[in-house]
């Protein structure tokens, strides 16, 4: 807990590993037994408090956040005052042991509103790219960070990433991965839409997730919800192989929401633009900041067509090259009733 209110802005860290296909087909990391999950866990001073999987990742609701953990892959985003990076000294001991080598780290996060809350390594961003240089392996060589501007003094996008394999940034249709992840910060919640994540005695997950509207940003999607009280609300939506998740601080004078999705390059174009709009009606942010990391610059370009519709205005937006997660773009919006 914050000094002056909870922290809702994440920390993020996306790990990359490579294996023998037995080992994968037996289900690669999602082996990693729920004792494993919890020492890793531990080290970042958060708990599982629900979970689901499918045929291909497994998903859980944290105390603050998510994890996420496919066969090569594993996400986790944690909020409040939380040691995200104290993550992966376990991960690397846990996935040597399945015979797993570590390719590939991504580490993002925007601005804390409560910074001098925050326990080392987290004390500022020159003090996590040490720490990240100090604990990942040395063969991820190909390292870069990253701070991405906004005309917004509490926007801004810190990224990090390190790879065991170099990409052109002229070159970027190469690199071997069409999915891409769009992350979205939003403040200042419109405060009638931010009292539903308020608990009402005896109020289920599934309830929240009806009433204010979540439940049809992806009507296909399985959602595994979770109710805080007083108040806030966290959920992981499962699709096929394809995760999105919702965490919400909506205490007035500090209020917070982001939501995170992953698609592919040669999805539907119009299935990224419903979201987005869906997203900003749950919340009708004051800002709002969307983060968008992918090969392909025909993801970012519908953003602003889907949100301005909604009386969002872009105000910023910045382009960056990272050697095998591509190009980050970072946009910020407001709210044309500021």
Known sequence: MAVSGFEGFEKRL?????????????????????????????????????????????????????????????????????????????????????????????????????????????????DEIFYLQEQLPIHLCYRKASVMPSKFISHSWHVFTASDKFYDPLEISNIPN???????????????????????????????TEITGISEINPNALICDFVFDPCGYSMNGIDGDRYSTIHVTPEDGFSYASYECVGSIYDDPNHIVSILKKVVQVFRPGTMSISTTSTSNEVWTRIAKAVEPLGMKCRSCTMDDFPSAGSVVFQTFTSCRK
Do not use: W
């Not at 599982?48 to 105390?63: E, K, P, R, T």
């Not at 891409?180 to 109020?203: S, Y």
């Open 14 to 126: 996306e790990l990359h590993f490579s294996g023998d296909d037995p080992v994968i087909r037996m289900g690669g990391l999602r082996q990693l037994d729920f004792e494993s999950i919890e020492e890793v866990l531990n080290a970042v001073q958060c708990t599982v408090v629900s979970a689901v999987g499918n045929q291909y990742f497994d998903s859980y609701v944290l105390s603050e956040s998510s994890l996420f953990v496919y066969p090569t892959k594993i996400i986790i985003k944690t909020c409040g005052t939380t040691q995200l990076l104290k993550s992966i000294l376990p991960l690397l001991q846990f996935s040597c042991e399945l015979g797993f080598v570590m390719t590939e780290c991504r580490y993002t996060r925007g601005n804390f509103i409560f910074p001098k809350a925050q326990p080392y390594p987290h004390t500022n961003f020159k």
């Open 178 to 208: 069409d999915l891409f992840t769009i992350e979205i910060c939003m403040t200042e919640l419109d405060r009638v839409l931010a009292r539903k994540f308020f608990k009402h005695p005896n109020m289920a997950a599934n309830e929240m």
